[in-house]
């Protein structure tokens, strides 16, 4: 059924489209490299499915047809702070893609730092936040648990997230997150996101997120870090996603003892984990690789270069043992000093090359059906 608003909001769509001048001249020099690189990955996956077709009969799990659709019909929109672009905020910008957004949008953020709390809500889907590579733009605020929000009722970490992502879809490259607010060991209620990511099917390119307690809320859905910087002191990676971390840095400001990351799996069956792929730790203090913050936490480190801030025991129980045999954290292939695995916790896992294999890939969160760059 195709109701009457479903065709209003295309036709409002479309007019807002056209009123923003959206033309080929409009396309910045890395929006250009970003459509290439989509359209040869499109290609490739029209390849193989050919392929794949010729030899077997089952159908093979191909890309999300929604995302299909939505890469095929692209709109670029310009946000500049000299008000020479569409719009001179983020969020004005995200406020012009209507709801029920089918296609999409880049959003190309020009250099500059923007004092900004964005939220994307679920129906806005198929956003792409692009900035600069020798220029990233940076999204900064400083919200924390404890801050007053409506009614003067605490804002909770939840809340205290700079950039917020509910939709699906998302994609950011050369983006600063920040969230400035500091952390004294020992305070409470100073957790303060940086970005929090909620929606599924989201890919990070080039990506810097940085803050002091909670920096990285990697709530759920299916994420992918390629190439970003994480940085923060007690459990700047944290949430029940399923995530890969691959060719990251991760580096602890923390000056007593903190964990990297605190990783909610509560229950055998959920898929949920954070795998780290050929990543650097490093940084002050000392950290723990994760904190069991679910009873079925699971973290892989593998190929990553750990420097000596890592504790010899690499992980933690959060203080409950009946964790010990629930949790799933597995090392494989590391190196540097802190990857020794002589002192480590009898039930940190050393994986076997066939243990490994689910994590070291992008298979590990189907990037196969919806990663647009699977290489
Ligand atoms: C947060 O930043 C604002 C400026 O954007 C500043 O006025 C305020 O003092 C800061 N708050 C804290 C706790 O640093
Ligand atoms: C990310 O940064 C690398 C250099 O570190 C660069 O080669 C690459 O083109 C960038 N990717 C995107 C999507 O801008
Ligand atoms: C591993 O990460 C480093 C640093 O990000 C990068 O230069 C290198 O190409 C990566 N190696 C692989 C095999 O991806
Ligand atoms: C990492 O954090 C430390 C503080 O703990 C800081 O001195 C250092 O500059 C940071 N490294 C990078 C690459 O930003
Ligand atoms: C885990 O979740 C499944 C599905 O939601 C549920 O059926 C099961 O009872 C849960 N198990 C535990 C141990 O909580």
């Known amino acids: 059924m195709v109701s009457k608003t479903h065709s209003q909001l295309i036709i409002v769509f479309l007019f807002l489209l056209s009123s923003l001048n959206i033309t080929s001249t409009s396309y910045t020099h890395d929006a250009v490299n970003f459509d290439k690189w989509v359209s040869r990955n499109v290609k490739k996956y029209e390849e193989r499915k050919s392929i794949l077709k010729t030899k077997v009969k089952v159908a093979a799990p191909g890309p999300d047809l929604k995302l299909r659709d939505a890469e095929s019909n692209k709109a670029i929109i310009t946000v500049r702070q000299d008000g020479s672009g569409d719009f001179k905020t983020i969020s004005e910008a995200l406020n012009s893609i209507p709801p029920r957004n089918t296609r999409r949008v880049i959003v190309s953020i020009s250099p500059g730092v923007y004092r900004e709390k964005v939220m994307i809500p679920r129906t806005k889907a198929f956003v792409t936040l692009s900035g600069n590579a020798g220029n990233p733009p940076t999204i900064t605020g400083n919200d924390t648990a404890s801050a007053s929000g409506r009614n003067g009722t605490p804002l909770g970490t939840f809340q205290s997230a700079t950039v917020a992502v509910d939709a699906s879809y998302f994609v950011a490259i050369n983006i600063k997150f920040e969230n400035s607010a500091p952390h004294e060991i020992g305070r409470r209620g100073e957790q303060g996101v940086a970005l929090r990511i909620s929606g599924t099917k989201a890919a990070f390119y080039n990506c810097s997120f940085s803050g002091a307690q909670d920096t990285l809320y990697d709530h759920k859905g299916l994420h992918f870090f390629n190439n970003c910087y994480i940085q923060g002191s007690v459990d700047f ?43 650097t730790v490093t940084g002050s203090g000392h950290v ?28 933690s129980d959060w203080g409950d043992q009946n964790r010990d045999s629930r949790v799933y954290y597995g090392e494989y292939m590391c190196s540097g000093p802190g990857a020794n695995l002589a002192g480590r916790v009898p039930w940190a896992r050393m994986l076997t090359d066939e243990e490994a294999k ?9 990037g196969d059906t919806w990663l647009i760059n699977t290489s």
């Open 237 to 279: 990676i944290f949430g029940s996603a399923r995530s890969l971390y691959q060719n990251c840095y991760l580096n602890s400001t923390t000056t007593k003892v903190a964990s990297i990351t605190a990783q909610k799996r509560s229950n055998s069956s959920l898929e949920s984990g954070f795998s780290f792929k050929n990543c």
């Open 288 to 315: 723990y690789l994760g904190r069991a913050w679910g009873d079925y936490s699971r973290v892989v480190f593998s190929y990553t270069y750990m420097d000596n801030l890592v504790l010899p025991k690499g992980w």
């Open 358 to 366: 689910p994590f070291i890939g992008t298979q590990f969160i189907e």
